[in-house]
């Protein structure tokens, strides 16, 4: 036997194993001796699986096949049984890759007699690894466990490094999907001991990647994002595409489960890509089922079905009977809440195969697919029987993620019938829900994980408002911008009611808004205490409201000077839209009402201008100052001092006909220190706002991206300065009037998350800004400059802004022209 095939196999190896790059020289080399006729039959043989074994390290895994039967069948003219066996054992692993189970069974049998013909039980133990793999592939986690702990005590016995990391991590690997944390987490600890201290880098890899997905089944999102993108980019520098793949799906796995819908889909594209140049079913067909599910929550289900479809085929093919019921279930959903009568058979008939598997986490998913079919059969009682199972199931699977939702879908169910119990099922999935959120860590998975969360909230309040209305309030309060005031208040949001109260003057009353289904609650708040207001079945009359008036404002700007003496009958249009909202809005609780009125509003009372609702015979604004917030908690929560240098005025203009250049120089007039910037470069922008400035004045086209819903930007020379592009820049800003054409209009994000020019305003530090709700013309912004500043001393935003609306009343009395102006402000120090 030829020494020089011996060399080349381990060379093979531990090139892979540092870096495939290198693998094509290798393998040129082992092909050459595989088919050079005047070496021997035993060392073409170990040519032969020395490629097998690059091909497999080039993720090449048909190749690699070909290979390892081209050696098998050359060894078996020879009287190698080691040899053979050995080769047959890569070729198990070969066929598990390709999810081809009964060759792999049949082929392992054979490898199995020639390690025990020659008492050879290290390789037994070996072949025990692979077999654990399979087993888990399969779906059968108690026979898998079984052979890789069987594995273990021979391999640890032998002094086989590679062997005990192996069989350890498939030990963690199945303790893992059982849900047994802290002996998967012993596992996976001494495979990457065993690793470091043998110095094998892809094996402590393989053990982080793991660990990772740990982290995330306790709950540690963020963090078991953070190492996935870690290791995914180790596996990207040494071109492993198989495990790139994987870190993608489990990446999927996780955006799935906080619900960043979006960034699943993108991502489960990519793994399904790389699975389909792989020619990997299982990873394909898992690609399927994650994005597949991601269109049902967005009830895109015609983009859910046919992904279903063929991921359970692809399950189904592969025998992971698992995987296929989990993929059922999703189907049987989406059918039941259809009404298709076959949906609920199908659904007991995936959790039939799911029992089998010892899995409590997937039998309580299971089992809320079919509480929620029943519910939908308007079977309550059956709905509650399934639902209460999966709650037990739950709780023994130990998953938090689970648990939060068996008591979710429960207590709907209860409280649909009245039953108090279901209360208390809320107040436990809030309290999940606050553990959960602890660990997200950043702000967009934080934003993400409240989309379809945030009606415990709604729930929690409605119930709650009648007895206990201050923890209604709190409720309230938790629903709305919660990423927002967690970042601006350093995380500190469990100011108490009669704090909050205490802060304010007895001039100041704050009014927040709930809206829960078609009912709206209304809190407020003042130095007497908090008052409440319920105002039922209201929602869908007042959002039909704010449509026609939106219309209107919009073709305000289009029509104006064709009107003639159609403006009067304008003005009657505003005004009865804007008393429709008064009546339910503000008729109720005026007794309540003070010299200054701070609006939290909440859904899409965010885009109504409260300031304007008029009651028959005067606008709000006529009567009070009136100012908005995002939420109580952050109004009464000062931004801290700070020492601040001269305003800046900032003017953008991309057009000769463009207003706001004059309004930048007449605005900036009555400052003397004060620093002009006209169409700045970004860079010079950047520079200006390196110093702190107690005031800063941008005008400019504005607008905001109604497509994705997540960017507003304003025009420039370089092209649209986006959101996200002012909030890179940290501007620094006592007070901001930004006169560019709907900068004060929030997206709303589920949680009453704002995105936006707002957002970004916000996070600047800034105590109060002045924006615009619609599309304001260009002598109106003009005109508000002019006026605004007559009024402002650097404190007083939302008088000015009263003060300027009352002087616009009397240039033009449309609300189109005076009231498009609002002042977002939070309490000075």
């Known amino acids: ?114 390690f025990e013909q020659c008492s050879d039980r290290r390789r037994l133990a070996r072949l025990d690894v692979n077999l654990s793999h399979a087993y888990h592939r399969l779906g059968k986690h108690k026979a898998a466990l079984e052979a890789s702990e069987r594995a273990l005590a021979v391999l640890d016995q032998s002094a086989d490094a590679e062997g005990f990391i192996t069989a350890s991590i498939n030990s963690a690997v199945t303790l893992m999907h059982m849900h047994e944390f802290e002996r998967a987490d012993e596992r996976y600890q001494a495979a990457l001991e065993a690793a470091q201290r043998a110095d094998l880098a892809s094996w402590v890899l393989l053990c982080r990647y793991n660990l990772a997905y740990l982290r995330y089944l306790c709950g540690e999102t963020a963090t078991a994002l953070r190492e996935l993108e870690l290791v995914r980019e180790e596996y990207e520098r040494g071109g492993n595409d198989w495990m790139i793949c994987r870190c993608y799906l489990y990446e999927s796995e996780i955006l799935l489960e906080v619900g960043d819908l979006d960034e699943c889909i993108r991502t489960s594209r990519k793994a399904r890509a790389l699975g389909r140049t792989l020619n ?86 299971a089992d809320i697919v079919i509480g929620r079919i029943q519910r939908a059969r308007g079977s309550h009682e059956a709905s509650t029987v ?113 704090d909050l109260g205490s802060r304010l003057s007895m001039d100041e009353t704050i009014v927040e808004y709930f809206i829960s289904g078609d009912d709206i609650f209304i809190f407020v708040m003042n130095r007497n205490g908090l008052f409440t207001e319920q105002r039922r079945g209201v929602v869908r009359r007042l959002r039909t409201v704010w449509y026609n008036l939106e ?47 701070i609006f939290a509003p909440h859904g899409f009372l965010h885009g109504v201008p409260l300031h304007a609702l008029h009651d028959g015979t005067q606008y709000l604004a006529e009567r009070y100052t009136v100012a908005y917030t995002p939420s109580a908690s952050l109004y009464c929560s000062p931004v801290p001092d700070r020492q601040f240098g001269p305003p800046l005025f900032i003017a953008f203009s991309t057009s000769s006909g463009s207003s706001s250049f004059d309004e930048i120089e007449e605005s900036a007039a009555g400052f003397r220190s004060a620093r002009v910037l006209f169409n700045p470069s970004m860079n010079e922008l950047q520079d200006a706002f390196e110093e702190p400035r107690g005031l800063v004045h941008i005008a400019g086209h504005a607008g905001i991206d109604i497509v994705c819903g997540n960017v507003s930007w304003i025009e420039t020379l370089e092209g649209r300065l986006t959101s996200r592009d002012l909030m890179n820049m940290h501007i620094r800003a006592k007070t901001l009037v930004i006169t560019g054409c709907q900068t004060a209009r929030r997206m709303i994000r589920s949680g009453d998350e704002w995105l936006g020019l707002m957002r970004s305003f916000y996070l600047s530090g800034a105590s109060t800004i002045v924006s615009a709700f619609w599309d304001i013309r260009d002598d109106s912004a003009r005109r508000f400059a002019r006026e605004f500043y007559k009024t402002f001393d650097g404190n007083n935003a939302p008088l000015a802004v009263q003060r300027t609306a009352s002087g616009l009343r009397n240039w033009h009395s449309h609300p189109y022209f005076w009231a498009g102006f609002g002042a977002f402000v939070r309490k000075e120090s």
Request: net charge negative; proline share 2%.
């Open 551 to 597: 219309r209107h404002i919009a073709s305000c700007s289009i029509k104006w000077e064709r009107l003639g003496a159609a403006r009067h009958h304008f003005d009657l249009t505003a005004k009865t839209h804007l008393q429709n909202f008064y009546q339910d809005l503000i008729a109720p609780i005026e007794a309540h009402l003070r010299g200054m009125v």
């Open 280 to 365: 990997l079913n299982s990873e394909i067909a898992e690609s399927l089922l994650y994005e597949a599910a991601a269109w049902l929550r967005l009830g895109r289900n015609s983009d859910s079905t046919n992904r279903l479809e063929e991921a359970t085929h692809r399950f189904a093919a592969e025998g992971d009977q698992v995987s296929t019921a989990v993929s059922k279930l999703q189907t049987a959903l989406l059918r039941g809440e259809q009404g298709k009568p076959s949906a609920l058979a199908d659904a007991v008939a995936a959790r039939a195969i799911l029992l089998e598997s010892g899995l409590p986490h997937r039998m309580a998913l």
């Open 1 to 114: 036997m030829s020494a020089q095939v011996i060399e080349l196999a381990e060379r093979i190896k531990q090139t892979g194993h540092r870096s495939t790059a290198e693998l094509s020289g290798l393998l040129l080399k082992a092909d050459q001796l595989a088919q050079d006729d005047a070496q021997d039959v035993l060392t073409r043989a170990l040519a032969h699986r020395a490629a097998g074994n690059a091909y497999q390290l080039l993720n090449q895994f048909e190749s690699a096949l070909e290979r390892y039967d081209a050696s098998a069948s050359l060894l078996q003219t020879l009287s190698q049984p080691i040899e053979l066996g050995r080769t047959l054992h890569a070729k198990v692993g070969m066929l598990l890759f390709l999810s081809r189970f009964d060759e792999l069974f049949e082929c392992s049998i054979r490898a199995r007699e020639l």
């Open 386 to 498: 399934s639902l209460r199972s999966a709650l037990a199931q739950a709780e023994t699977s130990r998953s938090a993620w689970m648990q939060f939702h068996a008591l979710y879908e429960l207590g709907i169910e209860l409280t649909a019938q009245n039953d108090p119990a279901g209360i208390e099922l809320f107040r436990r999935a809030e309290g999940l829900l606050d553990l959960l959120w602890d660990r997200l860590g950043s702000d967009d998975l934080k934003m993400s994980f409240l989309s379809d969360r945030e009606n415990v909230y709604t729930y929690l309040v409605q119930s709650t408002i009648d007895h206990a209305p201050e923890a209604a309030f709190r409720f309230s309060e938790k629903a709305r911008s919660r990423v927002l005031c967690e970042r601006l208040l350093k995380g500190s949001t469990g100011t108490s009611l009669a």
